[in-house]
């Protein structure tokens, strides 16, 4: 088991196929959520991800925010088993890749509202209203130099 971060160009086409799987496994069946996950962002995107076996077990994307200098943005946080800490592991491996990688002053999330104490663990913090996005509820949630 491994923790690797491929930008976009960088993935194998295996590494793509597991990651596009697992992201509608989690998100589209077990979620219900009928939603545009292949957005054009992954090409912009840094993919941090934990390979066992040859299988995807824990995966994120982060991408420079559109508009927003200086903030890098994280989202597709998943893990394809539950209850082992894989993703407090995928999320601060993540954050530390992250940082070294791109060097943003601070990071944004869109939480599922029932994860906010999972990213408040990693110092995140709320900073918008509930809202929601494809029949989920949200919240926003920052990191960083700006969000205080």
Known sequence: MRITAKYFDELTTRELYEILRLREAVFVIEQT???????GMDYESLHVFREEGGKITAYLRAFRKPDEEGVVQIGRVLTAIRGEGLG????????????????????????????IGFYEREGFRVCSDEFDEDGIMHVGMVKGTFAE
């Not at 959520?33 to 957005?39: A, L, Q, S, V």
């Not at 601070?106 to 994860?115: C, I, N, V």
């Open 88 to 115: 407090g592991e995928i999320l601060h491996e993540g954050i530390r890749i992250i940082e070294e990688k791109m060097r943003p002053e601070r990071m944004y999330l869109e939480a599922q509202t029932y994860a």
């Open 33 to 39: 959520c009928i939603y545009e996950d292949i957005d």
